[in-house]
């Protein structure tokens, strides 16, 4: 034992750290000090402490879920889960709203929230009416939706939603009944550029109802899938709803004549540039592959005008949302990109706010994407339903995301956002792929970090950085000397 405990002391003392006193360790170079450091205690306030402990980094937001970058103040990598949050009670809605000028990284964001998602088994649904998704289905292995003339892709928007678990039948019927109207109204303003009359409003719904026979006591389990064609030939067809304007005391032919131009709008949505494509029988030619990643539908083919695009971009996301309600569909987050243009039209908002409501029972997280507040502050008068619409989404919206503001936007990011007069000006000098992310009640300076494989997948920038060419004659033109002999 005794000669145990000497070479213990024998290694200890060769092997192990050096020993250490009050005054530090022994041996050259160790820094030992003969006098012990003695500071004088430090005397501050609680709010100024909290600035100057150096120990002190900021815990996140306690959720699983993708890192996204690095918190700017406390060097701490910033973790993000929208789901997780809504589950753990620290939102009240699982939908948000991402905002920034031109090449502030905006869409940089958008697609690696979507990227990162799928190993955390939230998939990603987009609507791509510009053509910028096809580096993100690249790098996720899947294959966008081309949707446009001659493709053979054709949709039916109007399909119904089915049935929420523990949802009442006629809370089903009245929301599916909603939900169409919607639509078709929206659809048909932007088509005449204006409000509908209220004899026009009421054709239809009166076609609606006739087409799947809600009008006649029909059981719901026999009502038939209305579809854009067949509302259109139910409004040519008087005797089909005409018994509803008896308890009106309208006339059928001065009510035929009042609400004509509704039906020329709709026989012109239908044959028009957006023909055949948005008018499928009861079942779509499409559907979609739940075992997929996610799915990206481009509409870059119909991108004719603004209202063109909000057009097939409502027209595709209300299909997309029938789909979304399958009993098999996934955690999933929906990305409404270019939704300026959906905010021009009220008919368009109006189904939008609804649509967000349903998030919680669908398991759906929306992200609203546009510019600038200011294009919601634009997109009617100052107390105009279309901006109070706007304004009430945005404050549905449990995370808001500010990249870099323009000067002139700066009031109407902080009418809408509800900034700090230090947020708001901290907003005109974010540097590029730097965010203000509010969460909640708390509020965030994000740094959004890349991978080598994310930096290839959101280069928009590639066709500007290129060097222009020597131009070069025609195979079939004589150069210039040889033109001279």
């Known amino acids: 034992m005794r000669e145990q405990r000497a070479v213990r002391r024998l290694s200890d003392r060769?092997?192990?750290?050096?020993?250490?006193?009050?005054?530090?360790?022994?041996?050259?170079?160790?820094?030992?000090?003969?006098?012990?450091?003695?500071?004088?205690?430090?005397?501050?306030?609680?709010?100024?402490?909290?600035?100057?402990?150096?120990?002190?980094?900021?815990?996140?937001?306690?959720?699983?879920?993708?890192?996204?970058?690095?918190?700017?103040?406390?060097?701490?990598g910033f973790v993000f889960g929208i789901h997780e949050l809504y589950r753990a009670g620290v939102l009240s809605a699982p939908n948000m709203v991402v905002t920034g000028e031109?090449?502030?990284?905006?869409?940089?964001?958008?697609?690696?929230?979507?990227?990162?998602?799928?190993?955390?088994?939230?998939?990603?649904?987009?609507?791509?009416?510009?053509?910028?998704?096809?580096?993100?289905?690249?790098a996720a292995g899947i294959r966008p939706v081309r949707v446009g003339p001659g493709s053979g892709v054709v949709m039916n928007p109007l399909a119904g939603i089915r049935r929420l678990p523990g949802q009442g039948e006629a809370e089903w019927l009245q929301l599916q009944r909603a939900r169409r109207l919607l639509l078709l109204e929206g659809l048909l303003e932007i088509q005449l550029g204006g409000l509908l009359g209220e004899a026009e409003r009421s054709l239809v719904e009166y076609a609606l109802d006739a087409v799947t026979r809600a009008d006649d006591g029909t059981?719901?389990?026999?009502?038939?899938?209305?579809?854009?064609?067949?509302?259109?030939?139910?409004?040519?067809?008087?005797?089909?709803?005409?018994?509803?304007?008896?308890?009106?005391?309208?006339?059928?032919?001065?009510?035929?004549?009042?609400?004509?131009?509704?039906?020329?709008?709709?026989?012109?949505?239908?044959?028009?540039?957006?023909?055949?494509?948005?008018?499928?029988?009861?079942?779509?030619?499409?559907?979609?592959?739940?075992?997929q990643p996610g799915a990206i539908l481009d509409l870059r083919a119909v991108r004719a005008s603004d209202q063109m695009t909000a057009m097939a971009m409502t027209c595709a996301q209300s299909w997309l949302e029938t789909e979304l309600t399958r009993p098999d569909a996934p955690t999933r987050v929906c990305l409404y990109d270019e939704f300026a243009l959906v905010s021009r039209h009220l008919g368009l908002m109006r189904r939008m706010r609804e649509q967000l409501k349903l998030a919680r029972a669908l398991g759906t997280a929306n992200i609203l994407a546009f510019h600038r507040f200011s294009d919601l502050a634009a997109s009617g008068a100052a107390d105009s339903e279309q901006v109070r619409i706007a304004r009430g989404l945005i404050e549905d919206t449990g995370v808001?995301?500010?990249?870099?503001?323009?000067?002139?936007?700066?009031?109407?990011?902080?009418?809408?956002?509800?900034?700090?007069?230090?947020e708001t000006n901290l907003l005109l000098h974010l540097r590029r792929g730097v965010g203000l992310w509010k969460v909640g009640l708390r509020s965030y300076v994000v740094k959004h970090q890349l991978s080598a494989i994310e930096r290839q997948m959101v280069d928009t920038d590639s066709r500007m950085r290129q060097t222009p060419r020597a131009a070069t004659a025609s195979p079939g033109e004589p150069d210039e000397a040889e033109a001279v002999r």
Request: proline share 7%; glycine share 10%; charged share 20%.
């Open 102 to 138: 031109i090449g502030s990284a905006k869409s940089s964001l958008l697609k690696t929230i979507a990227f990162r998602g799928v190993p955390f088994g939230v998939r990603f649904y987009i609507v791509d009416v510009k053509g910028e998704y096809d580096t993100l289905a690249t």
């Open 14 to 76: 060769l092997l192990g750290p050096p020993s250490v006193d009050g005054r530090g360790a022994f041996g050259r170079a160790a820094g030992r000090v003969y006098w012990r450091l003695r500071l004088p205690p430090l005397v501050t306030t609680s709010a100024q402490l909290c600035s100057v402990y150096p120990f002190v980094a900021d815990p996140g937001l306690g959720v699983d879920g993708p890192l996204i970058g690095q918190e700017v103040y406390s060097r701490a």
């Open 219 to 291: 059981s719901p389990d026999r009502m038939d899938v209305p579809t854009l064609s067949r509302v259109l030939a139910a409004m040519g067809d008087p005797p089909r709803w005409a018994h509803r304007l008896a308890g009106v005391h309208y006339d059928v032919d001065q009510f035929t004549a009042d609400s004509r131009r509704v039906r020329l709008a709709l026989e012109r949505l239908i044959t028009g540039a957006l023909g055949g494509i948005f008018d499928a029988p009861a079942a779509s030619t499409l559907t979609i592959d739940f075992d």
């Open 400 to 422: 808001r995301v500010s990249y870099r503001q323009a000067p002139g936007s700066l009031d109407a990011a902080r009418e809408f956002l509800g900034t700090t007069d230090v």
